[in-house]
């Protein structure tokens, strides 16, 4: 081999492997942003931490944190706290709530409908280690044929909507 060539590989190997290296920096850095906003965005203050409700086959699953369990989502083990049954007055009351919301009756008017009430249980450990669960916020689901959803964020406590999100999906079907 040449002593150009040779030069020329060396340069080639000294670029890749500055290349990887700054591109595991960037990464090590976004992922360490995306857990710090995560993390952030669940927890309310230094003794609450409130987790979200999942449903599934209509049972309320409830998430102890945010790697939910030992073995990930769903895992055996150390997972969540298991169903968790929702009274129908409870249901009522956060649908009460939503319709008296002028935005949530636009939303009705235009043909949404409430498919779902997901609690949001807030754990709260005192310091002598009494842990007390309220579900104080719920979101209602409603959905608008299979184009629209809206996420309605209802504040049992203080009894009024907090937050509402729409997603629009369109559909593009080519033959």
């Known amino acids: 081999m040449t002593p150009f060539k040779l030069k020329v590989v060396i340069e080639i190997e000294r670029k890749t492997k500055t290349l990887m290296i700054s ?7 976004l992922s360490g942003i995306a857990y710090m906003a995560y993390a952030n965005g669940l927890t309310n203050d230094t003794k609450s931490t ?17 790697f939910c369990g030992r073995r990930g989502f769903g895992g055996r083990g150390g997972g969540g706290l ?3 049954t929702v009274s129908q007055e409870y249901q009522d009351n956060v649908i009460s709530i939503a319709k008296s919301d002028t935005d949530v009756q ?11 009430v997901r609690p949001i249980i807030s754990t709260t450990v005192e ?21 629209g959803r809206a996420f309605v964020w209802v504040n049992v406590e203080q009894a009024k909507v907090t937050r509402i999100e ?3 999906i369109t559909v593009i079907e080519k033959t």
Do not use: C, R
């Open 50 to 66: 409130t987790y979200p409700t999942w449903v599934y086959n209509e049972q309320y699953y409830n998430v102890t944190g945010p």
């Open 106 to 116: 636009n939303l009705i008017a235009e043909g949404y409908n409430i498919t779902a």
């Open 23 to 29: 591109a595991v920096l960037v990464l090590a850095v």
């Open 127 to 147: 310091a002598d280690g009494t842990v007390t669960m309220k579900a104080t916020t719920a979101i209602v689901t409603l959905t608008q044929n299979t184009t």
């Open 166 to 168: 729409i997603l629009t």
């Open 82 to 84: 298991g169903p968790i």
